[in-house]
């Protein structure tokens, strides 16, 4: 079988948030994170000592080290020769130094996959801002936005097939876990990261008129449903189901997205659920959020009330999910050439857009400029 084609591209580029490695790490990564946020010191003492709880190392860098490699090895099993780099938001790598070695390298165009898979400021936008901030250093160039090296963001994924069936194949694998006698009144608790709710209300494109009035949350509450009916199909039980957050941060003042999973739990057995699978559909691996938030805490939680609870597992390095890799940077190769492709996705919203619209995700602080949009 002929290799795919994925001309125009020359590099396929990895973003991601980042995270520190040692205890001297700590501090400075989330004063990165941070910055000009307005973050009480009192979060950011309390989830300092989440890191220094698990040795001032966060999972997250490993993760992207192990998915780097299976995109690797992906690309050359289907005949497809493209170098991949790698760049964060947060921490070495960053993205500022990873372009320049590009740019260095001679790449004139990459496909960027972001280990984020749904809309809104925090999960879309802030990335495209990243990489604007990466490339504008590289001065004037060829391309069509003025720069050496151009770069395009592959689609949101959340609604995949190779994002969805891992995670069904979690919730199986979780609700097996249970004790016999809870497992059919369990419920799935679908968990993501908390943002504020002038955030949510802002994400997507302006012009849509989403379920809750959120891309974010809509689009969570989409793929969930897909799982919920997945799992119905293989088990012959539609488990209730739930989005939840976790991972709140910002001023008490400042209204996030809720119920908080641990409220949640504590509702689920004053109601008198039988047991709870937690869901991390909004993280693609087991960085701190899932080891911490949910691992450490939630099920800290459900042991105290006595509420039986598996955690699922993420999408991480799944063959499936990193088969989808390869085809999201097929597929908008295709696009970029002109021709016609066949989008997979799951569920009611459909296969989102290659280049994010005017207004999509708008900043709440202020207007950034940012690559990979029609308002770029
Ligand atoms: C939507 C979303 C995702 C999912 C999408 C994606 O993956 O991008 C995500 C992922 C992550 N968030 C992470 C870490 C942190 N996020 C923070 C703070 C914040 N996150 C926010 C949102 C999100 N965050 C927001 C609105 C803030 C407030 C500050 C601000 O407005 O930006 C802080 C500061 C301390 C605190 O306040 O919690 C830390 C340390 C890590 C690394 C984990 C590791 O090290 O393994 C990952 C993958
Ligand atoms: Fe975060």
Redesign the pocket.
Known sequence: MASPDVSPYDALLLV?????EKPEDVVP??EN??RG?G?PKE??EE?GEH?FLFGGR???ND?CRALLAAIRAELADAGIDLPVYWGN???DPFLTDTLQQMAEDGVTRAACF?????S????CR??RENLWDAVDPLGEGPGPEGSPVRLDKLRHYFNHPGFVEPNVDAVLAALADLPDDVRAGAELVFV?????TA?SERSGDPERDWEEGSA?VAQHLDVARSIVDRVAEETGTRHEHALVYC????SPQVP?LEPDVNDHLTALKERGASAAVIVPV????D?????YDLDTEALATAEEIGLPATRAATAGTDPRFVAMVRDLLVERATVERGEEVARAATGDIGAMWDVCPVGCCANPRAERPALCGRDT
């Not at 809104?120 to 999960?123: D, E, L, Q």
């Not at 993501?192 to 504020?196: D, E, G, V, Y």
């Not at 960085?287 to 080891?291: G, P």
């Open positions: 991601s948030f980042g995270g520190p990564f989330l994170v941070t946020r973050i979060r950011l989830v890191y966060s999972p997250i993760q938001r947060n921490w972001v280990t984020s898979a749904y809104s400021w925090s999960s802030q990335y993501t990261h908390s943002i504020p955030m974010y991972s709140r941060s910002g996030w909004g993280f693609v691996s960085h701190m959020e899932v080891v």
